[in-house]
């Protein structure tokens, strides 16, 4: 992240994109709050409208954009479309946050971008996590923030923190007690990448 002299007292920008009940983007807007964070949402955009995000946003005051894949011809075009609404709120770091499209070279390879998934990755990548970790056994899952490439839940780990597998967890119960450590650990890992710069990791 690199500002230039006259933007140095202001504080990092982070464009958040999500597609559901937003409250990841929540738990991100009330870190905002705190001056201390060093970061402010300037905008979040959907990949469909009157979303439970989107209504948080606007409750918060932060601009709205929503970019629809049926609104395109093919994917290149979304892509670029997307990418053009994320530059022109001009961010510090790309937050993903609850975002169900795979985004390509277009978006990934312009902005440094960061996301969340529900499992200890490199185990359990997809968008089955919590289903397969269930389906295979295991005693510990958890949460993973990392960087995000042109793969499928491939980027360079940033943090990540175990949560237990109970004995009665269904598919519901487990991801909903992820979830609620997903948050924290998210927020404290975006300060803390937005605090060591650009050359604190990849992206």
């Not at 001009?90 to 499209?101: E, I, W």
């Not at 990755?121 to 997809?126: E, K």
């Not at 995000?148 to 598919?171: H, N, S, W």
Request: aromatic share 4%; glycine share 10%.
């Amino acid at each position: 992240m690199t500002l230039l002299p006259s933007e140095s007292s202001v504080s990092a920008r982070l464009v958040v994109l999500a597609s559901g009940a937003g409250t990841t983007l929540q738990a991100i807007l009330d870190a905002c709050q705190d001056p201390a964070y060093g970061a402010t949402v300037v905008a979040v955009g959907t990949d469909r409208p009157d979303t439970g995000a989107e209504r948080r946003a606007r409750a918060a005051g932060v601009p709205v954009f929503t970019v629809r894949l049926a609104d395109h011809p093919d994917r290149d075009a979304f892509n670029a479309a997307t990418a053009d609404r994320i530059a022109a709120a001009r961010p510090d770091l790309l937050v993903l946050a609850g975002y169900m499209k795979i985004l390509d070279k277009q978006v990934i390879g312009r902005f440094r971008t960061v996301n969340t998934h529900p499992s200890l990755l490199p185990s359990f990548p997809g968008a089955h996590a919590v289903r397969d970790a269930l389906a295979h056994g295991v005693k510990i899952s958890g949460v993973t923030v990392h960087w995000v490439d042109e793969g499928v839940d491939t980027g360079p780990i940033i943090a990540q923190a175990a949560v237990e597998i109970r004995r009665e967890d269904t598919e519901d119960t487990l991801h909903a007690r992820i979830q609620a450590v997903e948050r924290g650990l998210y927020v404290d890992t975006i300060g803390r990448v937005l605090r060591a710069g650009p050359e604190g990791g990849a992206g």
